[in-house]
């Protein structure tokens, strides 16, 4: 790097802040004298002198710096409170080229969000988390914050922080260092000049670590918040010095940057072959059914619902992957009451030829209700022109749409019938085939032993019979 | 910003200034004041007396605000900025 004629705005930091509302977009949000301008400025001269600020992500999440992506030129990403971490995480894997920065206040680092810090710090993961320890909650107005210093007044503890009720003021890089895999855990402070160019020291090395892969860097900055502490910005510093220091030494805690090679993980690999390996799904995958052009449905997105021990997600799941025989996008996604057996239960299975997005069905074309509270309940989000299966021998009263097509079924009578009220669910099958058009029941039953994989024949044929008997009924009674 | 004059100096932006000093208060040679004028934000803004600056660059350093100060050192010369 050139040694600089001029000390400027640094590149990286956007030029006009376009992003910022109102009409001040030369200038930050920030009160007269706050740390977070100072080390903002040291950020974004780093990243501009590195020549990485279009490598780098700036994630911030809640606290008076949660609109830092106002300013710095780079990625950026604001997510919620104390989540910075995780969500670093993510990005870091997903592009491990990238420049990744955590940057966190003391009320979202060390409370809301002190395990999310822990578990990205024992992973090792490739990020720079910088940490602005206010001793305060400084954006909603001066509260306690876990650093705040024994006998310290903010609004929350207007006689002062009180340990015996409050607990201690937490020493993050402490912790931190307690962990295995940080590269590089310092504490510095921003009270006097020497102290801010030992920032600028750390700001530089921390950053460099990321961009050469090396892994956690966690650097805590002691942070004046004369708002908060509701002081002047040059005796807030001296604020600092008297009072946080003695609490939070200044130190480097670890620096293992220079003898740290570049993280090498290994590739995740999406092989299909193996997915369907794990899941069993191996015999399931070669029938290549040819879909129904002229099916009364197009797609489904269908609720099944009753009590639990009723079949409801084995239906669900025979329905998608019978779907997904015919070559069509599935989902499947199960809800539970807290008990999950003999509480009400209930799934959504979409069945298409486009891709699925969410797979919950929040408005569904079709409702299989296997019990009256079901019904009640879904029956309402059904679209207009849906279809309505219940189980009438469980349900004694008429569905309330009348802009919907009903189909009573005697579900767990004709299950009866066959000799085991288990086999219901694969009733509802048979009349999911018959209604929608889209499977043929032949072929339900020809995917049966992949389906029912493990069980014995006897059980076989009696699901094969409860299909069939299903797709009949609606055949015989509603055509 | 007037050529003729000597680098090193500081250059302090009186409507971006919040008034904060601590720039005033991390100057070695005691070359910045705090004005007593205001700004158009009502902020008493910072500002070099005109000589002394050696050009250490604590006043940008400490300054909390991105666009307020600027320090030309010694070796700037003046084409470099266009
Ligand atoms: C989930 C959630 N809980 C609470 C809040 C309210 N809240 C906003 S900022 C903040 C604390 C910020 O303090 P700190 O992280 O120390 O940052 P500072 O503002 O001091 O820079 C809280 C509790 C929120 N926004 N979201
Ligand atoms: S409240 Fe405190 S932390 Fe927030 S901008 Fe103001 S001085 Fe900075
Ligand atoms: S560069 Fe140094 S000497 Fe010059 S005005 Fe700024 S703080 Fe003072
Ligand atoms: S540090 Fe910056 S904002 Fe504060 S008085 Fe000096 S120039 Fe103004």
Redesign the interface.
């Known amino acids: 790097m050139a040694?600089?004629?001029?000390?400027?705005?640094?590149r990286g930091?956007i030029d006009v802040y376009k992003h910022k509302p109102g009409a001040e977009k030369?200038?930050?949000h920030?009160?007269?004298?706050?740390?977070?301008?100072?080390l903002?400025?040291?950020i974004?001269e780093a990243l501009e002198d590195f020549d990485i600020v279009d490598k780098t992500i700036v994630i911030s999440p809640v606290g008076c710096s949660v609109f830092a992506y106002y300013?710095f030129h780079t990625g950026n990403l604001q997510v919620p409170h104390g989540r910075a971490p995780a969500v670093a995480t993510s990005v870091s894997r997903a592009n491990p080229d990238s420049v990744v920065i955590s940057y966190q206040g003391d009320g979202d680092l060390a409370a809301i969000g002190g395990n999310n810090i822990l578990q990205a710090a024992n992973r090792g993961e490739n990020m720079v988390v910088f940490f602005v320890n206010n001793a305060i909650y400084g954006m909603t107005g001066g509260q306690m914050a876990p650093t705040t210093l024994e006998g310290q007044i903010t609004t929350t503890t207007p006689y002062g922080r009180n340990v015996k009720t409050d607990g201690y003021p937490i020493q993050v890089c402490e912790i931190i260092n307690q962990l295995t895999a940080p590269v590089y855990v310092v504490r510095t402070s921003l009270h006097?000049?020497p102290n801010?160019?030992k920032t600028?020291a750390a700001v530089r090395k921390a950053i460099s670590n990321a961009r050469d892969k090396k892994g956690f860097s966690f650097v805590e900055v002691l942070s004046m918040c004369?708002s908060g502490w509701k002081m002047?910005?040059?005796p807030a510093?001296e604020w600092i010095k008297e009072n946080m220091i003695p609490r939070f030494p200044l130190e480097t805690f670890r620096d293992d940057s220079e003898d740290t090679p570049a993280i090498e993980r290994p590739v995740p690999v999406m092989d299909p072959d193996e997915v369907k390996r794990i899941l069993e799904y191996s015999a399931l995958s070669d029938s290549n059914l040819e879909k129904n052009p002229d099916a009364a449905f197009e797609k489904v997105a269908v609720r099944i619902a009753g009590f639990g021990g009723q079949g409801i997600m084995s239906a669900g799941i025979a329905l998608a992957n019978v779907g997904m025989e015919y070559g069509y996008n599935v989902s499947w996604l199960p809800s539970y009451g807290p008990e999950m057996r003999g509480g009400t239960a209930n799934c959504s299975v979409k069945i298409q030829s486009d891709t699925v997005g969410a797979s919950e069905c929040t408005e569904p074309n079709m409702v299989i209700a296997m019990n009256q509270p079901s019904l009640e309940k879904f029956e309402k989000i059904l679209v207009p022109g849906g279809a309505l299966i219940y189980n009438s021998t469980l349900i004694d009263i008429e569905p309330t749409r009348t802009d919907v097509e009903v189909y009573p079924i005697p579900i767990t009578g004709i299950a009866d019938e066959l000799g085991n009220t288990r086999v219901q669910s694969m009733v509802s099958v048979g009349a999911f085939a018959a209604v929608t058009e889209m499977f043929d029941p032949g072929e339900i039953e020809n995917l049966m032993t992949s389906l029912f994989k493990g069980k014995s024949d006897k059980v076989m044929k009696l699901n094969e019979k409860a299909v069939r008997k299903g797709y009949e009924y609606v055949k015989e009674n509603f055509s | 910003m007037n050529e003729n004059r000597k680098y090193p100096f500081s250059e302090i932006d009186p409507d971006i200034c919040k008034g904060c000093g601590l720039c005033v208060a991390s100057c070695p040679k005691g070359v910045l004041v705090i004005s007593d004028k205001l700004n158009s934000k009502g902020f008493h803004f910072s500002e070099y007396v005109g000589e002394g600056c050696i050009g250490c660059g604590n006043c940008f350093y400490t300054c909390p605000e991105p666009s307020a100060v600027t320090v030309y050192l010694r070796n700037y010369v003046p084409e470099e900025v266009s």
Not at chain 1, 3 to 10: A, D, E
Not at chain 1, 30 to 38: D, F
């Open positions: 040694q600089k004629t001029i000390l400027r705005k640094p930091f030369d200038r930050t920030y009160c007269p004298g706050c740390g977070h301008g100072i903002h400025k040291l974004a300013y006097d000049m801010i160019r600028r004369p002047d910005s040059v510093q």
